[in-house]
Nanobody, 119 residues
Framework: AVRVEESGGGSVQAGESLRLSCSAFEYPGSHYCMGWFRQRPGKEREEVARMYSTGDVIYGNPFSRRFTASLSRNTLSLQMDSLEPDDTAIYYC???????????????WGQGTQVTVSS
């Protein structure tokens, strides 16, 4: 089975930066893609950035202006700059086993990491 772990969340002041990290653990040679999502209190889950099999990362609006995702081996980092109070959310990493991001049964979710931004 695939296992996903997030880290790097915390409490910061508006305007500061934070870097999240997500690691996936699986048998060597397995095929999957990773991505970042977030869920703000009382709101629907949002797509932040998703990696595809080409190596490209596609961002949801408007995250590309301040957020940058980068992959190194089996770790997907999310650099978040100029954080705002509205960025307060639980940030989830997910893995999609076949990289289409279509089939819900192919998702493997991490436990989430809390990001709190104060004004």
């Amino acid at each position: 089975a695939v296992r996903v772990e997030e880290s790097g969340g915390g409490s910061v002041q508006a305007g500061e930066s934070l870097r999240l990290s997500c690691s996936a653990f699986e048998y060597p040679g397995s095929h999957y893609c990773m991505g970042w999502f977030r869920q703000r209190p009382g709101k629907e889950r949002e797509e932040v950035a998703r990696m595809y099999s080409t190596g490209d990362v596609i961002y949801g609006n408007p995250f590309s202006r301040r957020f940058t995702a980068s992959l190194s081996r089996n770790t997907l980092s999310l650099q978040m700059d100029s954080l705002e109070p509205d960025d307060t959310a639980i940030y989830y990493c997910a893995l999609h086993k076949i990289c289409t991001w279509k089939e819900s049964s192919e998702y493997v979710w991490g436990q989430g990491t809390q990001v709190t931004v104060s004004s």
